[in-house]
């Protein structure tokens, strides 16, 4: 009998050991007086150190998995999340890149995170969204919240907005001289972007975020966030680079996240962004922090597609601009030759355009003008290789050949347009 006792000692509770304040403890989310500890199976004879041992060879995955299983192995979880162990081996300390060059994450940090996200969203299901923000943020700086329907995401960012204080800091870059608070720039670009806005993968949470961000603001605010989002920033620091528009060509690397987000925002289907909302934008973003040279506002144009670069010049139609779209059609046909697009695109737009107009004397006008333009321009820019410091002669005259290929190929494509048109044909 004795030996049958001992044979069964491991599910008899013994508060005698002085040991068993080592073994696993019921969670601080239960309720002890109908906490349900057999739940934990072979597990509570474990002591904590151990049990944390095992979890060690588990993946986040597998470890998200196990916190399903029961209230009890949950709370240990948690337990474990919590400890010293749980925070070296779940947090990656390189989650953000050194240094103020923004650098592409790498892919596995990435999922991991995603993962974690997952953890503790399972880990404190249980918790009321308020609660449960305020746990994972003890735990871990950046919340992923994968998964989470709009209302919940609402109230996180919220509470992110609360916590980090970003309006008043959002406030104090967007009203202040550019520049002038060149920290405060880079700590909202890199806290928006590498918590925010950078990996998520659906289009439609991307949407949301940058929303969120630039909603509450005036249109011309708005412009100005976006451009610290997502603008230029200097080689050597890594700030932003203010000057960058308005002073030198930019390429289409420097262009490349402010046309991403425009379209992001222009195909949302959502009552919060129309059309007008996302073009007024554009329109916006072209004067910040001054006016921006044509052609990288036609470089901008291009990226951002067939759709906003047609709704943006129609815009200016309607408006009678018509200097101003003539002006703009030449330096998108000079963009597609630098940059090595096909130049039938501009002819495109520029026919669109034409349709936008009401009578033929219009049209006439606005292709007199275009003319008018390219001749201008050509002019502008010998006057400048001919005036031009002679450190800057190769740019100058190598920016002035591609003016005038773009000239000929503009026009050698409307040519070909015109003779494959069925009236031609019909005509030879």
Request: proline share 3%; charged share 20%.
């Amino acid at each position: 009998m004795a030996f049958s006792s001992r044979s069964t000692f491991t599910i008899i509770p013994n508060p005698k050991f002085k040991r068993s304040k080592r073994h696993l403890a019921v969670s601080a989310f239960e309720n002890p007086d109908s906490a349900d500890v057999s739940t934990l199976g072979h597990f509570r004879i474990l002591p904590i150190e151990i049990f944390h041992i095992l979890l060690q060879y588990l993946s986040v995955e597998e470890i998200s998995i196990m916190s399903m299983v029961s209230k009890a192995i949950n709370g240990q979880l948690v337990s474990y999340i919590s400890s010293q162990a749980g925070y070296r081996r779940l947090l990656c300390q390189d989650f953000h890149c050194a240094g103020f060059v923004e650098v592409r994450r790498e892919a596995t940090i990435v999922q991991h995170y995603r993962a974690l996200g997952l953890l503790f969203k399972r880990c404190t299901l249980l918790l009321p969204t308020r609660e449960r923000l305020k746990y994972i943020h003890n735990t871990i700086s950046e919340i992923l919240t994968a998964g989470w329907d709009e209302l919940e995401c609402h109230r996180v960012y919220i509470f992110l907005c609360t916590l980090n204080n970003l309006p008043r800091k959002m406030q104090s870059v967007v009203n202040s001289k550019p520049g002038s608070s060149y920290k405060m720039e880079l700590h909202v670009r890199l806290f928006c972007r590498h918590v925010l806005l950078d990996h998520w993968t659906n289009r439609s949470d991307s949407a949301f975020w940058i929303t969120r961000l630039l909603k509450p603001w005036p249109i011309v605010s708005q412009a100005r966030l976006l451009y610290i989002l997502f603008g230029p920033v200097s080689a050597l620091d890594g700030y932003i680079s203010w000057l960058k528009m308005t002073e030198d060509f930019a390429d289409e690397n420097a262009l490349k996240g402010l046309a991403d987000t425009l379209k992001l925002l222009y195909a949302t289907v959502s009552k919060e962004w129309t059309d007008d909302d996302v073009i007024s934008l554009v329109d916006e973003l072209s004067v910040v922090p001054h006016d921006w040279l044509i052609e990288n506002s036609a470089r901008l144009l291009i990226l951002c597609g067939s759709n906003i670069c047609f709704s943006y010049m129609a815009s200016k139609a309607v408006n009678g601009r018509t200097a101003d779209l003539a002006r703009m059609v030449v330096y998108l046909a000079l963009v597609c030759e630098k940059d090595l697009y096909c130049m039938d695109w501009a002819v495109k737009i520029m026919q669109r355009i034409c349709n936008v107009f009401n009578t033929q004397q219009e049209r006439k006008t606005f292709l007199q003008n275009i003319e008018n333009s390219f001749a201008r321009v050509i002019m502008d820019k010998l006057q400048s290789v001919m005036s031009g410091e002679r450190n800057d002669e190769g740019g100058r005259f190598l920016n002035l050949f591609h003016l005038i290929n773009a000239q000929a190929n503009f026009h050698k494509e409307i040519l070909y347009m015109a003779l494959s048109s069925p009236s031609a044909r019909e005509k030879t």
